[in-house]
């Protein structure tokens, strides 16, 4: 390891040299299957087609552009994301904590056009929203925001999935928004109760509150639909976008519609790299393979095939506490820690990750194929199976 690098990972003894659809390669040629896409970066697979000549053809032609001037893709990408999503505007930045900042901002400035001082952003525990200083403060994970304070205040956390305690709150009068994932990704794909997001969306609506939700990890195909809330048949005021976006090529994106889309004014918010012509065209590549060849549907096919398994050789497995998923964002809850099984599931070649302790987490690329997502289930089987044999207390 190199000691010329920021020690900011917990970095594993592997360089990848190249990939090809859902597959790595290292320096000394090993083959491994992705289950993890760069934590649900490069949904449509490494080194797709139409991606790489996007950017080759873009990079031909004009990699940046500055924002005091217009940029034909950015404005064809907005257009194409608001059509997909019901929202109106989009402003373009470089990651997902970017765009959760101008969420926050948009947030406050609704307050402050409402008259409201010291403004409150509702959040949710286990929540991940980045890890900026807002953003930090937004998250609800004290390991993360250790050593890093004082945070900026202005948010309310309660617990995900209680609406009581949304409930409760109707009647404080400096609240400004409500801000959510609507699939807990970090938090250990942790999916609320049919008709959560419904009602928070009633009480955001009744209340004037803005209703945001981070679709950073679940959007952009993955869960089955462009987007996870759509799968309860509701609108949020607020949207932020990176990660699958770009398929690799950094880009975020906060969305807006209604009062809100119309807060920001020129000089509020600005982005020097934020949609340059190469992102928004490596972005547009990305919009239109998940378009073109139907990826949302086979996500959702794709996941419902993975968690069948699951269930078919886990279902009963003393340990295993549920097996839960939406598309092919699927987590695996055990009764104990299990961050070894990452380095054990290496040792076979494939590439999955353990977030919130105990969950292990599996985000394949959207394109896999059928025999793909067979051995990933069947692995990640025996991995949890010879785990779990291992008694509890001498387990890691």
Known sequence: MTEYLMNTYQRLPLTFACG???????????????????????????????????????????????????????????????????????????????????????????????????????????????????????????????????????????????????????????????????????GGVRIPSPGYLQQVRDICTRKNWLMILDEIQSGMGRTGRWFAHQHEGINPDVMTLAKGLGGGVPIGACLARGAAAELFGPGSHGSTFGGNPLACRAAQ??????????????????????????????????????????????????????????????ERFLLINVTAERVVRLLPPLILKDGEADQIAATVTELVKQFLATPAETAP
């Open 285 to 346: 590549a990305v919009v239109e393979t998940i378009a073109g060849d139907e990826l949302c549907a086979r996500a959702a096919a794709l996941g419902e095939r993975i968690q069948t398994a699951l269930r078919e050789g886990l279902g009963g497995v003393a340990g295993v506490v549920e097996i839960r998923g939406k598309g092919l964002m699927i987590g695996i809850e055990l009764d104990r820690p299990c961050g070894d099984l990452v380095k054990q599931a290496l």
């Open 20 to 186: 090809e659809g859902a597959w790595l390669w290292d320096l000394q040629g090993n083959k491994y299957l992705d289950a993890l896409s760069g934590v649900a970066v490069t949904n449509i697979g490494h080194a797709h087609p139409r991606l790489t000549t996007a950017i080759a053809k873009q990079s031909k032609l004009l990699l940046h552009c500055s924002n005091i001037y217009r940029v034909a893709a950015q404005e064809e990408l907005a257009q194409r994301l608001c059509e997909l999503s019901g929202m109106q505007r989009v402003f373009f930045c470089n990651s997902g904590a970017e765009a959760n900042e101008a969420a926050i901002k948009l947030a406050r400035l609704h307050a402050h056009n409402r008259g409201i001082q010291e403004p409150i952003i509702v959040v949710m525990e286990s929540a991940f929203h980045g890890r900026t200083l807002a953003t930090l403060a937004a998250t609800g994970n004290t390991k993360a925001q250790a050593g890093f304070g004082p945070l900026p205040s202005g948010f309310l956390r309660i617990p995900y999935g209680d609406i009581g305690m949304l409930r409760a709150l109707r009647r404080k009068r400096n609240i400004a928004a409500v801000m959510l994932e609507p699939i807990q990704g970090e």
